[in-house]
């Protein structure tokens, strides 16, 4: 007798794997398997008729997360979403199936609140036919975060009156918000990239340019005053700051200067310098005592006239802060608080003592 010989199929999981053709489509269906599976991306793949073919971890992972039930082979994709929204992915799914990808952004409220990617293409396996769609789902709730704080932070920016205009460790421009612009006469797309030097003719006092810059490398920081020349050859004054910027390990990447144009206030200071010092020669060149209070009685100011008739009669020197109705002898008090409450009214008061 012939002795006949079986040998086991080879297992992987428990699974006989057949040999020949099956052997190696099975192979590449367990590689596919494992290169899904290496991915954060929420993959699965469904057949025309919208039978589960395969599906990775990160999916598996993302419908418990839902609170959803296990998944098994008979998952239902509409569950994954709100009924409101069923007839929404079914038109997505349609639109993929007839061979068009599709892309679009989802927000789920439940267990939080979270942002999703949605990517459908049809897959074709067998000719021109489409034999699959795989619909790849990405959280994108940090990105889209950062998104809105970056709206935020440019709508912030472009409120404020004060330039503001960043730079990478080379000093090349790489933001410059609308205050900015309308300062110093600039486009900011077309000043993006170039350094700044380049862009902003400064004109600084007791210090050159060259300096300027060397210190912001040196020391991380710079401020004072420069004169910058507008486009229209207009020169204003400029309150500068400029101070270091760090990624979140520390590590210096650029710089940010905020700038604002202080030549009309400095103008209107001067203007109130001018104006105080031609009072002050007025008061103290006049041959009449005057003092100025305020509406409290309180000496704002007097001029030296009145400092040698309130000396002489009342035996005080006078002081800035000190209240005329207490230097007064008791008897005249009552009657000069009177006249000058009538006075601080806004009435004019002329009369003999």
């Known amino acids: 007798m012939r002795k006949v010989t079986t040998t086991e199929p080879a297992k992987i999981n428990g699974t006989a794997i057949p040999t ?37 971890n990160s999916f598996n992972k993302l419908v418990k997360e839902f609170g959803k039930k296990s998944f098994t082979k008979h998952f239902n994709l509409f569950d994954l979403t709100t009924p409101d929204r069923k007839e929404i992915l079914r038109e997505k799914i349609d639109t993929a199936l007839k061979g068009e990808i599709v892309n679009y952004h989802v927000l789920y409220d439940h267990p939080v609140k979270r942002w999703f990617h949605i990517h459908m293409y049809p897959v074709k396996t067998n000719g021109t036919d489409i034999d699959a769609i795989c619909i790849a789902v990405r959280d994108i709730t940090q990105q889209k975060k950062n998104q809105e704080t970056l709206v935020y932070q440019g709508t912030l920016l472009d409120t404020i009156d004060v330039s503001i205009v960043s730079t990478d ?23 993006i990239g170039r350094k700044h030097p380049e862009v902003f003719a400064f004109e600084f ?79 103290e060149s006049t041959p009449e005592a005057l003092l100025l209070l305020n509406t409290g009685h ?33 008897f005249r008090k009552e009657d000069a608080k009177q006249k000058l409450d009538y006075a601080s009214h806004g009435n004019f008061i002329e009369y003999e003592v």
Not at 27 to 53: E, F, H, R
Not at 169 to 179: K, P, S, Y
Not at 256 to 279: F, L, N
């Open 20 to 56: 020949g053709k099956k052997k190696k489509l099975i192979y590449s269906g367990m590689n596919l398997k494992a290169i899904l599976d290496v991915t954060d991306d929420a993959i699965i793949v469904y057949d025309k008729d919208l039978k589960l073919i395969t599906c990775n």
């Open 169 to 191: 460790l080379d000093f090349r421009i790489t933001e410059i918000n609308t205050a900015a612009e309308k300062i110093f006469g600039v486009v900011g797309p077309e000043v």
């Open 205 to 283: 006092k007791d210090i050159t340019e060259k300096e300027v810059y060397h210190c912001i490398q040196a020391t991380g920081k710079w401020s004072g005053e420069t004169v910058y020349t507008h486009p229209d050859g207009k020169k204003i004054l400029i309150s500068a700051s400029v101070s270091s910027v760090y990624d979140e390990t520390g590590k210096k990447i650029g710089y940010v200067g905020v700038d604002k144009d202080i030549t009309e206030q400095r103008q209107t200071e001067e203007k109130a310098s001018r104006s105080e010092a031609y009072m002050k020669s007025i008061l």
């Open 298 to 330: 309180y000496i704002i100011a007097f001029n030296p006239r009145a400092k040698i008739i309130l000396s002489k009669f009342l035996k005080v020197s006078p002081e800035e802060g000190m209240n005329l109705i207490a230097i007064l002898p008791d």
